[in-house]
């Protein structure tokens, strides 16, 4: 039996007794105090589901050109590193592999987060000590849990202070605190923003940032810090911000009062494919949903969608399972997203928006 059980679980992670028991042909009862009895070998999570107890995961993410915030999560599908029984975590980076913002700040995200959890996270730059050197360089270490182990060696953070403000097309990562926020982070963003596109941009920039900014904030609901950042990418000629929060998230916060104040919104959730998407895309193509209940409350997202949609700017949020993808091309408004994801606390941002050919960046 047990030999069966390994061999099905380290194809089906997280599968109840009773559904490993239907698929060997096993009994139930038997199956079920079988597994208890062996939690040396198999682990059950809080939905009762049962796994391998794994000493350690290592995910290595490919080689070859830009990763993204897609990549990252394609590379955590069926590993689940928050939610899963492995006590280590190694993420590895290989040469060649060219780590663009928002693959970084899920990255920066997961690694604290693991820690929180009680896990012991690594991460291995032996194959690719350039993106070691830009992390260094953008103050990714600065805002990584001390505990997190570093390969080949985990730098001092000297070259992010030294460097600090030196090229507008940066700003390094940036703690938020939930506690007492840094209200200047916005104006920052803002700046480095017109500073490579243009004045121009300049009202829109900061209405998009600030609000993004406000809402993960007000959504997070935790005494952990979340951070924001910022690249300009000349080649490409786009620029990237991120904001984040290890918190409660958009949807979590809302969720609850949403059947309350909002009772037809609840309606439509209840009959979506998915709930939670089914509330992001009613925040930010309406509006006016708020957990709180001042006025002008809950129109931050919103106006952010507008004005992105007015420069044809993209907006990606990563909420607990699931990320939703907003695109505005034409004057249409594109929802995309993606569900079945690991899990990952809070709310997590990217901005990104192209800039036109004929705009001077510095």
């Known amino acids: 039996m047990q ?3 390994i061999a099905f679980l380290e194809k089906s992670p997280r599968t109840k007794a009773r559904a490993i028991a239907a ?9 079920n105090r079988f597994l208890h009895e062996n939690t040396d070998k198999f682990a ?3 939905e009762y589901q049962w796994s391998l107890v794994a000493p350690s995961c290592r995910i290595e993410f490919p080689g070859d050109g830009w990763l993204t915030a897609w990549q990252f999560e394609s590379a955590l599908i069926d590993r689940a590193p928050l939610t899963s029984a492995y006590r280590e975590v190694v993420f590895a980076l290989r040469h060649g592999g060219k780590p663009m913002l928002d693959f970084i700040a899920r990255l920066l995200a997961f690694c604290n987060q693991l820690v929180i959890a009680g896990k012991t996270v690594t991460l291995d730059f032996g194959d690719s000590i350039s993106t070691l050197t830009y992390l260094n360089r953008v103050g990714f270490f600065d805002v990584l849990d001390g505990s997190i182990s570093v390969l080949p060696e985990r730098p001092s953070g000297d070259l992010a202070r030294e460097f600090q403000g030196n090229n507008q097309g940066v700003i390094e990562f940036r703690l938020i605190d939930p506690d007492n926020p840094d209200e200047n982070i916005p104006k920052l963003l803002r700046n480095s923003f017109v500073a490579c596109a243009d004045k121009s941009y300049s009202q829109a920039a900061f209405t998009i940032l600030a609000e993004l900014f406000d809402n993960v904030r007000d959504h997070s609901a935790t005494g952990s810090p979340g951070f924001a950042c910022l690249q300009f990418y000349p080649k490409g000629r786009k620029i990237q911000a991120v904001i984040s929060d290890n918190g409660l998230g958009i949807v979590g916060t809302l969720a609850p009062v949403v059947p309350v104040k909002y009772p037809e ?5 209840a009959s979506a494919p998915h709930p939670g998407v089914a509330l992001l895309k009613e925040v930010f193509s309406k509006g006016m949903l708020s957990q709180k209940d001042d006025d002008g409350r809950g129109i931050g997202l919103k106006r952010s969608g507008d004005f992105a949609k007015k420069f044809k700017a993209r907006i990606s949020v990563r909420q607990s399972d699931f990320e939703l993808r907003i695109h505005h091309d034409d004057g249409a408004v594109d929802f995309k997203h993606r569900g079945n994801l690991a899990l990952l606390q809070g709310t997590h941002i990217c901005f990104e928006f192209k800039l036109d050919s004929n705009v001077k960046s510095a």
Not at 23 to 29: C, I
Request: glycine letters at 10%.
């Open 3 to 5: 030999k069966r059980i």
């Open 23 to 31: 698929e060997l042909g096993l009994d139930r009862g038997e199956v």
């Open 44 to 46: 059950q999570d809080d």
């Open 265 to 269: 919104v609840a309606r439509a959730m």
